[in-house]
């Protein structure tokens, strides 16, 4: 029998090119929006961009420790 997994986050406008992002089952909220390099972005909040390479870097990092430990 498969195992589903499910994570499930709710992503909310909050003004003009920011809004935030969230999970009923975790405390921190983050607040994201358009990059400063495009129209309207705003510098020095998470950007989508350091999300999705955030989260192949952090991917890689834990599944190389998972891989580590059982050697």
Known sequence: MEKIMQY???TS???ERLGIIKSTVLD???EVA????FT????RIWTPEHLLIGAI??????????AAEKM
């Open 28 to 30: 921190s909220i983050i």
């Open 34 to 37: 358009t990059p400063p390099e």
């Open 8 to 10: 499930k986050v709710n």
């Open 13 to 15: 406008w909050k003004y």
């Open 57 to 66: 870097s952090s991917c890689f990092m834990t599944t190389f420790l998972a």
């Open 40 to 43: 309207g972005g705003i510098a």
